[in-house]
C-alpha cells in the first residue's frame, strides 16, 4: 500500500544562513527587475526596431512590475535621443477656420511666440505715435488742401456757368446745390416763377435744364476727388503702417528665414495689420460706455497670438509620456470654446494638445484596459498610427444631427513608439477580433509569474527585497525574515521549485512587516515581523471561510471525519474570493443500481454543474465501462451528487473521487471519513494534477483539528502536486507527528486501497480480479446486475 509522504517534501525551506548577510542594509540595490529575461529581450526588440507597425504590447498580471520596467527602460533610452521638434499653430488670416501648423526646432516656437508678442506689442505703441507725429499730419494735411483746392476750382468755373446761364447758384454741401433763374437782374422767387408763361418760360427752362447738367458733372467730379482723397489717404496709412512693420517684422523675418511656412505667415501677418490699423489707434479708455461692455467693442489682438502646441526642454531627451486617462480628447488633443454672450466661441488660440502630440518623436505608455473602456480612443489610436497623422477633430462635429462651424486644424505629422501594458485576454481578444492590432502591435513581451528558484535566483530575489525596502523608506529585514519572505513566494508560486516575481504582492507584505516592526519598537524587520503580517492579512479577509468552518462544527453542513461510509467520501475543494484562497471539505455521495450504463450527475442535471466538471463525470464513466465491461454489456445505473451544493460548482478536480465514491458503493466496501481526496482522473484511471493543492489540504486539517486535535487523518492527491506544495507549519508538525498523512497516488487503484484498506486487485491474463479484491468485488457485482437483467429479460420473453 502507498505510503505517505515525508514531513520534508511538505515544504521547501530557505535556510538564512545560505544568504550570506545579516540584513539587507548590506545588499546592493538591483537595477532591474528579475526572472523576466523573455520579457526584457522582447523589450529591447520592440522598442528598437524602427519599421512600421512594430509597436509593443507587454501582458502579464497586474502588479508583475510591467509598468516599472518598461518605464525605467524607455526612460534610460529616451534619454539619449535626440529632441523632436516644436510645433505651433497660428492664424490663418485667410480662413480663420483652418489654423497653420508649423514645424519648429527644439526650443524655438516658444522664442518665437514671444518675438511675435513682443513685436504686436511694439506696434500698439510705435502706430499711435507714428500717426499722431508732425510728419504724418503735415503729409495728410497737404493730400486734404490738395483736393480741397481742386474742389474750390470746381465750384469757382461752376459759379461762372451761373452767371452765364442766368442763374444764382447756392451750394448748400459738397453734394447739394440748389440754382433760381435771374431776370433782369433779379432773382426770381417761387411765385414770380409760376407767374412767368410762354416763350420765356421755355427760355428760362431750357437755362435751367442745361445748367443743372453742369451741375451734375461738377458734383460726379467733386464724388471722384473725395473717393481719389479717401483712397491717397488709405494709401498714405497702408504706406505709413508697411514702413512701420516692415520695421519691426524684418529681424524676424531674418531669423526664422530657414522656415518657408514663418516667412508665409509673416506676410500674411503684415498685410493683416495694414488691413487693421485701425485697432492699434483705438483708445478703448477714451470711448464713452459702460465698463462692462468694452471688452467686447475692444480690438481683439489674439489673432496675432502663436499657439505654442509642443515645446521641449533645451536638456531633455525624446519625450516619454504615460497617459493615466486615455479618453478621445487626451489622446488626439481638443478644441476649447468660451462662452461669449450666450454663445460658444472659439479660435486657434484654443487649441489644446493630447498625449499623442506629447508623445510625437517619442514614445506613449498606455493602459490597455483604460483605452479600450473609453469611447472612440482606440479608434483613434488606430487611425493616428495608420495615418502617421494627428488630426483635430470634434468628437460632437462628428456624430452631431446638426452641422456646426468649428475649427479644422492642420494635422500635424506623428513618429511614436506606442506601449499598451494590458492583461494577456485583452492581448488575446484583440488580436483574435481586431484585423488592425495585430498589424499595428507586432511586438509582444509576455512577463513571466515566477522564476526558477536557483541558488543565484535566491540571492537576486534577497536583493530585490532590499531593494523594495530601501525606495519605501523601510527598515532593513534580517536573513531570517527574507528566508521567510523566499518561502511565502515560493507558496504563491504555487510551487515550491519556483519563486513568484509578482512585485506588488511582495511590496506590499513588505510594508506590512514594517508597520508591525515599527509598532513593536524594532529597527530591523525580523521573521516574526513577516509572521504578523501575513496572518493579519489571514485574519483580514476569512470571515466567509471561518462561517463555512462554524458550520461543519456545528453539523448543518454535514462533513464526517471519523468511521467509515460505503458511497461517500469527502472531497477538497478550492474557493477563491476577493484575493483571499481557502479550501473546504465537501461530501459527494454515489449510489449504484441496476441500470442501462448510465452514470446521472445531479450536478448537471440541475444545470448546477459546469461544462469542465460534466466532463470529468463523462471520462469517469468511460474509465468505469472500459475497465469494467469490455466484453459483456454495461448494466449499471449510478448518480453522484456534492451533498449541500448551492451555487455553481466547476472543475474536473473532483473526478477522482467522484470515482472512489461509485466505486466503494459497487464494491460496497466502506471508505475511511478521516481521509479526504481530490485529482482529476483519465480514462486510463491515471490521477492528474490540480490547483489549489495547499489551500485544499490545509481547509480539511483545519477542519479536522477543531473537531478533534487528537485525531488522525489525512488526505489523497496526485502525485504529479508534490512539487507544489508549500504547507503551513501546522500541517507539517502534523506530518511529522504522524497525526496528519499525505499520500501521492498516479492511479486510481493505489487511491481506492488506502480508502478502503482492501487490495484494488489487479486482472489476470483472463481479465478476472481476486475475488476478495475491489476490483473483483466490482465485477461480482456487475455480474450480478448484468444475470438479473437477462433474468429478467427471459421472464419478459415468456410472459
Known sequence: MTEPLSFSALYRTCDPKGLSFETTQELEPLSEIIGQDSALAAVDFGINIAQEGYNLYAMGPSGSGKHSLITAFLREKASGEPRPDDWCYVNNFKDHRVPIAIKMPPGDCIRFKDDVAECIELLKTILPTVFESNEYRNTREAINQKYIGMQADIFQNLQKEAEKHGVAMNAATPSRITFVPIVEGKILSAEEFKAISGKEKEELNAKLNAFEAIVKDSLRKVSQLSKSLQKELMALDRKTTADTVETLLEELRETYSEIPKISAYLDALQYDIIKNVQDFLVKPDEMEMPPFMREYVTPSFRRYQVNVLMAHDENGGAPLVYE???????????????????????????????????????????????????????????????????????????????????????????????????????????????????????????????????????????????????????????????????????????????????????????????????????????????????????????????????????????????????????ALTYISMGGHRFGVPSRITARTRLGKGEVIDIERKAELGGPIHSKGVMILSSYLGSTYAKEAPFHLFASLVFEQSYAKIEGDSASSTELYAVLSSLSELPVAQNIAVTGSVNQFGEIQAIGGVNEKIEGFFDVCMHRNPGGEYGVIIPRANIRHLMLKKEVVEAAKEGRFKIYAVETIGEGIEILTGVEAGVADGEGNYPAGSVNGRVMARLKSFTKTMQEYGKSMTKE
Open 324 to 570: 493615466d486617462n486615455p479618453t478621445y480628447q487626451n489622446l488626439v488633443g481638443r478644441i476649447e470654446h468660451v462662452s461669449q454672450m450666450g454663445t460658444l466661441l472659439t479660435d486657434f488660440t484654443m487649441i489644446k494638445p493630447g498625449a499623442l502630440h506629447k508623445a510625437n518623436g517619442g514614445y506613449l505608455i498606455l493602459d490597455a484596459r483604460k483605452l479600450l473602456i473609453e469611447p472612440f480612443a482606440w479608434e483613434a489610436l488606430k487611425r493616428v498610427l495608420r495615418s502617421k497623422e494627428i488630426r483635430i477633430e470634434s468628437i460632437t462635429q462628428q456624430y452631431s444631427l446638426i452641422d456646426t462651424t468649428t475649427l479644422e486644424p492642420e494635422a500635424i505629422p506623428v513618429s511614436v513608439k506606442v506601449v499598451l501594458i494590458g492583461e494577456r485576454i485583452l492581448y488575446y481578444f484583440l488580436y483574435h477580433y481586431d484585423p488592425d492590432f495585430k498589424e499595428l502591435f507586432k511586438v509582444s513581451a509576455d512577463f513571466e509569474e515566477d522564476m526558477p528558484g536557483t541558488g543565484e535566483n535566491i540571492r537576486l530575489y534577497a536583493q530585490m527585497i532590499g531593494t523594495i525596502a530601501q525606495k519605501s523608506s523601510l527598515f532593513p529585514l534580517s536573513a531570517e525574515a527574507v528566508a521567510r519572505v523566499i518561502e511565502h513566494s515560493t507558496r504563491e508560486a504555487q510551487d515550491n521549485e519556483k519563486i513568484s516575481t509578482h512585485i506588488a504582492t511582495l511590496a506590499d507584505l513588505l510594508k506590512e512587516a514594517d508597520y508591525w516592526t515599527r509598532k513593536a519598537g524594532r529597527s530591523v524587520t525580523e521573521k516574526s515581523d513577516i509572521e504578523t503580517a501575513l496572518g493579519a492579512q489571514q485574519e483580514r479577509m476569512n470571515r466567509i471561510q471561518k462561517k463555512l468552518y462554524e458550520q461543519i462544527a456545528e453539523g448543518v453542513i454535514l462533513i464526517n471525519t471519523e468511521g467509515r461510509a460505503i458511497g461517500q467520501i469527502n
